[in-house]
T-cell receptor
C-alpha cells in the first residue's frame, strides 16, 4: 500500500504569484489534511477534505484554498503569495476513514517565496 | 493558532542516556500522538495513544496518555545517534479532523 505522496518537492515563487501543491492520500482513503510548517510557528492545521468536500478550515486567509478530486487526491492553492508563506506544506492521510483516525504524513513540499 | 506546551525545547545528551519530554494542554484531548521529524522530511508517527492512562511502548520508546487527558510524555531509553531529530506531540479532540501540535523538542545525541 503506497503512502502519502506530495509534489513538487520544492517550489520557488515570487511575491504575488500563485502556488499549486498536490497530494495523494493513502490508496483508497478519502480524507486529506493540509498543514503549514513555517519557521518559528510550528505545524498549523490548514484544511481538511473528505469525499470531495471541505470539512474544516484552520485560521488562514481565503487566499489559501484547495480542492479534492474524485480520486481523492488534493490540491492546495495559495494565491497572491507573500514572503511569510514560505514554509513546508505537509499533507496527511488518516489510517482509516474516520476523522479521529491516526494521521500519516507525506514528505512535504518546500515553498519558497522570494 | 492553538498549540500544546511541549518541553524541553531542546536537549543535548550523551549516547546511552535516557530522554524524557512532555506536553501539556489547558484542554482535554481524545488522542495523543508522538511524531519524529528529520530535516526536510514529513513527521513520522512513533506512538499513538487513545485512552486516558494508556501506557504504550514501541521499542525503546514509551509514551503515556495522562489521566486528566490534558498531558502526555514520551521517554526514550538508551539513546543512540539515529534518535537525533525533532519530536512533536500532537493532540486531537472531537471529530474536527485537525491535529494540534506542540512546538517540538530538538534532540541531539553525542556519540
Amino acid at each position: 500500500e503506497a503512502g502519502v505522496t506530495q509534489s513538487p518537492t520544492h517550489l520557488i515563487k515570487t511575491r504575488g504569484q500563485q502556488a499549486t501543491l498536490r497530494c495523494s492520500p493513502i490508496s483508497g482513503h478519502t480524507s486529506v489534511y493540509w498543514y503549514q510548517q513555517a519557521l518559528g510557528l510550528g505545524l498549523q492545521f490548514l484544511l481538511w477534505y473528505d469525499e470531495g468536500e471541505e470539512r474544516n478550515r484552520g485560521n488562514f486567509p481565503p487566499r489559501f484554498s484547495g480542492r479534492q478530486f474524485p480520486n481523492y487526491s488534493s490540491e492546495l492553492n495559495v494565491n497572491a503569495l507573500e514572503l511569510e508563506d514560505s514554509a513546508l506544506y505537509l499533507c496527511a492521510s488518516p489510517q482509516g476513514g474516520a476523522s479521529t483516525d491516526t494521521q500519516y504524513f507525506g514528505p512535504g513540499t518546500r515553498l519558497t517565496v522570494l | 493558532g492553538q498549540q500544546l506546551n511541549q518541553s524541553p525545547q531542546s536537549m543535548f545528551i550523551q549516547e546511552g542516556e535516557d530522554v524524557s519530554m512532555n506536553c501539556t494542554s489547558s484542554s482535554i484531548f481524545n488522542t495523543w500522538l508522538w511524531y519524529k521529524q528529520d530535516p526536510g522530511e514529513g513527521p513520522v508517527l512513533l506512538i499513538a495513544l487513545y485512552k486516558a492512562g494508556e501506557l504504550t511502548s514501541n521499542g525503546r520508546l514509551t509514551a503515556q496518555f495522562g489521566i486528566t487527558r490534558k498531558d502526555s510524555f514520551l521517554n526514550i531509553s538508551a539513546s543512540i545517534p539515529s534518535d537525533v531529530g525533532i519530536y512533536f506531540c500532537a493532540g486531537q479532540k472531537g471529530n474536527t479532523g485537525k491535529l494540534i501540535f506542540g512546538q517540538g523538542t530538538t534532540l541531539q545525541v553525542k556519540p
